[in-house]
């Protein structure tokens, strides 16, 4: 099962008109661990955001959607330096 998706998520990396993916499932069935070793292994750095009880993070979100202040917070969150080329976000308990 597991290697299975891990082949759904490298195809998705490779697709060139590829969305945002959002992966659901019941809890406790290791999608977290999924993204974050799909993470870990196939891209520079990969930067995870968990929402839950995390209210300087959901309001983020709220208002003004400047990108910068969007990934300046992010990557203060996460301590990872975000780049467009190579890294992964991770928003987990949305």
Known sequence: MIRTKMKELIKWKKS???KPLMLRGARQVGKT???KEF???FYENYAYINFDNNER???LFEGNFDIERLIMALQIESGTRISSE???LIFDEI
């Open 57 to 59: 993070m959901k309001s």
């Open 16 to 18: 060139k008109n590829r």
């Open 39 to 41: 993470g870990e292994n």
């Open 86 to 88: 190579n890294t992964l």
């Open 33 to 35: 661990w999924l993204m």
